[in-house]
């Protein structure tokens, strides 16, 4: 059963390059990627939207190479914490 807030997906499933993997990836990123555009980009919203947990959700952002979701957090220097980069170096 699919929440509200997310479109009903279509009746017709077209195979990837007759691949079921790649059909069911593309279809699953597809799916997350209306769930963060109708949502505002609100991953908390989305992963309760989908069933699953916060952490599945990030996990799915990389493995489906989702971009322009990414977290607004910087690397240490971008952050204006220079002393951490230079115990990292």
Do not use: C, T, W
């Amino acid at each position: 059963m699919i929440r509200s807030g997310v479109q009903q997906p279509s009746n017709q499933f077209v195979l990837v390059a007759g691949n079921l993997k790649d059909s069911v990836r593309a279809y699953e990123r597809s799916l997350i990627i209306d769930a963060l555009n109708v949502n505002g980009n609100d991953k908390r919203k989305v992963a309760k939207l989908l069933g699953i947990s916060l952490s599945s959700l990030y996990r799915k952002l990389r493995e489906l190479s989702i971009e322009g979701f990414e977290d607004n957090a910087k690397a240490p220097v971008e952050a204006g914490v220079p002393e951490v980069a230079e115990r990292l170096n």
